[in-house]
C-alpha cells in the first residue's frame, strides 16, 4: 500500500536549517506530484510547496520562498524540502502528500503521511 514517511524535523534556532524526507513506497514517486504541507496548533493547513512529476516543476508559498527549496531523488524514491532561514512562525508539523499535481495544488492529495515537528526557537 501507498506509505508516505517524514523525517528529519527537530528543534532549531532561528536562522538555522533542516532538511526534511519524505520516504515513498509502495508507488512509485516520480509518476507523482508530492506536495509538503504545514499545520501550527490553532491554524489552518498551508501548503508550502510541491514539486510535479512530469517535468520537475517547483511551487513555493510566498512565505518560503527564497529559504525553502523541494527536490526528488526517484532513485530513492525520496522527496527533500531543504529549509534555509529558519524562523519562528515556520514551527509546525510538516507533512508531505502525494497524488496528481492537480490534487496537491488543490490542497486536496489522498495519501499523506504521519508528519514530523519543525520547532524553531531560541
Known amino acids: 500500500q501507498v506509505q508516505l514517511v517524514e523525517s528529519g524535523g527537530g528543534l532549531v534556532q532561528p536562522g538555522g536549517s533542516l532538511r526534511l524526507s519524505c520516504a515513498a513506497s509502495g508507488f512509485t514517486l516520480g509518476y507523482y506530484a508530492i506536495g509538503w504541507f504545514r499545520q501550527a496548533p490553532g491554524k489552518e493547513r498551508e501548503a508550502v510547496s510541491c514539486i510535479s512529476s512530469s517535468d520537475d516543476s517547483t511551487y513555493y508559498a510566498d512565505s518560503v520562498k527564497g529559504r525553502f527549496t523541494i527536490s526528488r531523488d526517484n532513485t530513492k524514491n525520496t522527496v527533500y524540502l531543504q529549509m534555509n532561514s529558519l524562523k519562528p512562525e515556520d514551527t509546525a508539523a510538516y507533512y508531505c502528500?502525494?497524488?496528481?499535481?492537480?490534487?496537491?495544488?488543490?490542497?486536496?492529495?489522498?495519501?499523506w503521511g504521519q508528519g514530523t515537528q519543525v520547532t524553531v526557537s531560541s
Open positions: 502528500a502525494t497524488d496528481v499535481l492537480q490534487a496537491v495544488l488543490a490542497g486536496t492529495p489522498k495519501y
